[in-house]
């Protein structure tokens, strides 16, 4: 089950005469670790957003198995990690409940990611940072999951929370042969965790 983006090209509203992102092509292999680096408003997370099916492209498809990515419906197979955890939970939810929106989550992953159960009755406001992106990481490694889009995941953590959340899926990845891009400024992180690097220029 390959991931695929053709010739994919994506303008912002207003600025149409300078694309994000312009003809670029990338295919991910099972298994693989794709590292993604390039200056800052370069298109790094717009490049997530189209693999993910959360954007459109003006030109260009994404395809996940030979089929566009959002024609898929229900839980996408291609799952986006943000840098900022806290925006994309319903700050009025409790943990439990939005574990519960989720769908069938492995105890199995709660585990190796040290959630404790009393974080589960806290609402996200609650949290640390790294506690609630442990959160999405569960969430976003249901079964189904083929692909995992990291943007900036750990950037916001102390060195320990970013070693054992990496840790944690460097092992996940490996064992059931998640792609993924990893997109990051930290050229220590890319070249010690990635199998090839990619880089988005000017």
């Known amino acids: ?26 295919t991910i292999s099972p298994g693989e670790r794709v590292g ?14 189209l693999l993910a099916g959360y954007e459109r492209p003006v030109r260009g498809k994404v395809l996940l198995d030979g089929r566009p990515v959002r024609e898929y419906r229900g839980f996408c197979p291609v799952q986006m990690i943000w840098q900022h955890p806290e925006t994309v939970v319903d700050p009025l939810l409790r943990m439990k409940q939005t574990m519960e929106e989720a769908g069938d989550i492995e105890e199995r992953l709660l585990e ?9 009755d806290r609402y996200p406001s609650e949290l640390s940072g790294g506690e609630l992106q442990r959160f999405c990481l569960a969430r976003a490694l249901r079964a189904e999951t083929k692909y995992l889009l990291c943007d900036e995941i750990t950037a916001m953590l102390d060195l320990v929370t970013q070693a054992q959340i990496w840790e944690f899926i460097l092992e996940e990845a490996e064992r059931r042969e998640i792609g993924m891009l990893i997109v990051s400024h930290s ?13 988005l220029i000017e």
């Open 1 to 26: 089950m390959m991931l695929e983006g053709h010739d994919l090209t994506f303008f912002y509203r207003g600025r149409k005469k300078t694309p994000v992102i312009d003809g670029l092509d990338l």
């Open 36 to 49: 993604l680096r390039g200056p800052s408003g370069r298109g790094k997370t717009t490049l997530c957003k």
């Open 112 to 120: 190796k990611l040290h959630i404790n159960k009393e974080w589960m």
């Open 187 to 199: 050229e220590a992180l890319l070249k010690k965790v990635c199998t090839r690097i990619i880089t």
